[in-house]
DNA sequence: AAGACGTGGGC
DNA sequence: TGCCCAAGTCT
């Protein structure tokens, strides 16, 4: 794209989100990069309307990681409450003990130091520097790549894992100026996520449909490799969510009742080890669970 | 590098 | 009614 259409793709874009971003929390005045980072763990595959409630009680419970890192790390998955994907919890935990421990207990303001904390990776450290510190990263999300995907080149889907195209595109696109370059990135995901959805894409309302080339090509439909959805009935992760939800509402849980939520025996006896292999869960007593002391 | 990893809401 | 999707990370 040639400099003259990318700077009327920042304007149209940046002028855009003046008017309709949405008043978030972790945007507004009162925002720390430590209730930037929380948000961003929760929303990891986990929708806006979701989060709210929960980040505002972590943010009052844990105002800093200090206060997090004081705690254990089955609190932390118990107030993570039915945000999903409860190994974020732990990773978030980890986070704040090593932010602690390495930092100072301040959120690192570089995005290689932010990529070393467990649970962040490429997104989630170009999103804190960006967002929390105002500095000029490549921020690549489902948004951001949707948005591109389909106004720059032309297709309704990005492909499945970011490609080196992709990447340089979207570089190219990043205004030179950080603060600019920080609300660009913002903006875009915004766009993505209220106007260039994934489904239904409202082009009537969109302020780059002029511009769009997906919209210039005649929308033509996706054609790339097979969009594969996630099976859920009957696999491990059901099972899984069947005993944490289990123990996150009980102080303990017994063998019975696991074998209540679960009676396929050789799935649940592959899952409860699994999920105290991974943290999720600790044996306090024979035939006894509970969330990690 | 494909697959595991939770949960619930919208169409 | 199901299927698809939601600010990804890790192995």
């Known amino acids: 794209m040639d400099a003259p259409a990318a700077s009327a793709l920042h304007d149209a874009v940046l002028d855009w989100y003046d ?3 949405r008043d978030l929390p972790w945007r507004g005045v009162a925002a720390t990069p430590w209730s930037v980072m929380v948000s961003e763990f929760m929303l990891q595959q986990t929708p806006v309307a979701r989060v709210l409630p929960v980040h505002a009680a972590w943010l009052e419970r844990w105002p800093t990681p200090a206060d997090l890192a004081a705690e254990s790390t089955g609190e932390a998955v118990r107030m993570w409450g039915r945000l999903g994907y409860p190994r974020r919890a732990l990773r978030l935990h980890a986070a704040a003990v090593a932010i602690v421990e390495r930092h100072g207990g301040a959120v690192p303001t570089w995005y290689a130091d932010l990529l070393a904390l467990p649970g962040v990776g490429d997104y989630t450290a170009s999103a804190i520097a960006s967002f929390a510190y105002g500095q000029r990263h490549v921020v690549l999300d489902t948004n951001v ?21 992709e ?21 875009t995901m915004e766009l993505g996520a209220l106007v260039c959805t994934a489904r239904q894409p409202s082009c009537d309302t969109c302020p780059i449909a002029e511009l769009c080339a997906w ?26 969510g069947r005993i944490m939800a289990l123990a996150r509402d009980q102080s303990s849980v017994s063998t019975a009742q696991v074998e209540q939520a679960w009676p396929e025996r050789e799935q649940r006896e592959r899952c409860l080890p699994g999920l105290v292999a991974d943290g999720l869960l600790t044996q306090i007593t024979p035939g006894r669970w509970s969330l990690p002391g």
């Open 145 to 165: 790549r949707r948005v591109l995907a389909r106004a720059v080149s032309g297709v309704e889907f990005p492909a499945p894992a970011v490609t080196r195209a």
């Open 167 to 187: 990447r340089d595109v979207a570089t190219s696109l990043l205004p030179d100026a950080p603060a600019t370059a920080a609300t660009w990135a913002v903006a």
């Open 215 to 240: 919209r210039a090509a005649g929308f033509p439909a996706y054609d790339g490799p097979p969009r594969r959805g996630q099976a859920w009935a009957g696999t491990d992760r059901q099972c899984r």
């Open 19 to 21: 008017d309709h971003a």
